[in-house]
């Protein structure tokens, strides 16, 4: 069993930034594929970002593209979201989620086992 704790939203003004932390509870969390997921209001969740096991290797959608890194440490069983030039239609939950070996180019919330309780970021303009 693995569990996520994200940290690190909030409110911030357009234009800003924020790094959301993603603390996991497994001894072997250097075999899992970490990922960013958001849910905007009355919106599905959307893929983000994601991080392979090693870090040597990311994908993002196309909205992070340019603005948001993904990067974890794995003696710290940490993954990382860092945010820059924030706009208000960035505002969301966002969502830690985990997949044991799973592929960085899965972006379906189905395809990961493991999720957090979430972190909301609002983005004010």
């Known amino acids: 069993q693995v569990q996520l704790v994200e940290s690190g939203g909030g409110l911030v003004q357009a234009g800003g930034s924020l790094r959301l932390s993603c603390a996991a509870s497994v001894r072997t969390f250097s075999t899992y594929t970490m990922a960013w997921f958001r849910q905007p209001p009355g919106q599905d969740r959307g893929f983000v970002a994601a991080?392979?096991?090693?870090?040597?290797?990311?994908y993002y959608a196309d909205s992070a593209k340019g603005r948001f890194t993904i990067s974890r440490d794995n003696p710290k069983n940490t993954v990382f979201l860092q945010m820059n030039s924030l706009k208000p239609e960035d505002t969301a939950v966002y969502y830690c989620a985990a997949s044991h070996w799973g592929s960085i180019w899965a972006t379906r919330w189905e395809d990961y086992d493991y999720w957090g309780q979430g972190t909301q970021v609002t983005v004010s303009s």
């Open positions: 991080i392979n096991w090693s870090g040597g290797s990311t």
